[in-house]
């Protein structure tokens, strides 16, 4: 069964660089598009990016920007960085799998992001 | 502003059926799949339907979808308390090169 674990820092300031990372546990790294989706308080969900195992990108246009997605294959991480975080991006946000054509089929558990001065 | 429009809430009793309807445009649902996500409020959300109606295992016969040109609708019959939840369609879009979501559909069963 596989599962993704994320972390990062919960709190940050104003200008400040949002760092996660997520880990896949109990199967295969290629193959795969590894997502970041991110959810306001009482809002819907955005999609942020993603990343394959040898690291080609896709970003959402409106956070391009600001977002940078790497990928560390010898651990089965990926990661997102946002920089020049604002209180409108204090989101929970989640990892996701994408597997083409079948979706987002396996989630992270989510990590409260609150941008506050 | 999402680009895939939702109707912000839906309602009915168990045993109902209910519909919720997703509209997009020619360079999402117009051409490619249709997906859709099933959030209880704390939780992740969950893979509901892949491929414009196609159903992960455990999923529900009650639950089915469809898809004409550029919009989808999800259907639910039977409706249980369980389905009480969030809805989200979601779809690759062509000209952003990306996934793009519905806002969201709060279903609460009566």
């Known amino acids: 069964q596989v599962q993704l674990q994320q972390w990062g820092a919960g709190q940050l300031k104003p200008s400040e660089t949002l760092s996660l990372t997520c880990a896949v546990y109990g199967g295969s790294f290629s193959g795969y598009y590894w997502n970041w989706i991110r959810q306001p308080p009482g809002k819907g969900l955005e999609w942020i990016g993603e990343i394959n195992h040898s690291g080609s990108t896709n970003y959402n246009p409106s956070l391009k920007s600001r977002v940078t997605i790497s990928v560390d294959t010898s651990k089965n991480q990926f990661s997102l960085k946002l920089n020049s975080v604002t209180a409108a991006d204090t989101a929970v946000y989640y990892c996701a799998r994408d597997f083409r054509y079948i979706g987002m089929d396996v989630w992270g558990q989510g990590t409260t992001v609150t941008v506050s001065s | 502003q999402s680009v895939l429009t939702q109707p912000p809430s839906s309602s009915g009793t168990p045993g109902q059926r209910v519909t919720i309807s997703c509209s997009g445009s020619?360079?999402?649902?117009?051409?490619?799949?249709v997906y859709w996500y099933q959030q209880v409020p704390g939780t992740a959300p969950k893979l509901l339907s892949y491929r414009n109606d196609q159903w992960p295992s455990g999923v529900p016969d009650r639950f089915s979808g469809s898809k004409s040109v550029t919009s989808a609708s999800l259907a639910i019959s039977g409706l249980r308390s369980e389905d009480e939840a969030d809805y989200y369609c979601a779809a690759w879009d062509d000209s952003l090169s990306g996934w793009v979501f519905g806002g969201g559909t709060k279903l609460t069963v009566l």
């Open positions: 020619s360079s999402n649902i117009g051409s490619n799949y």
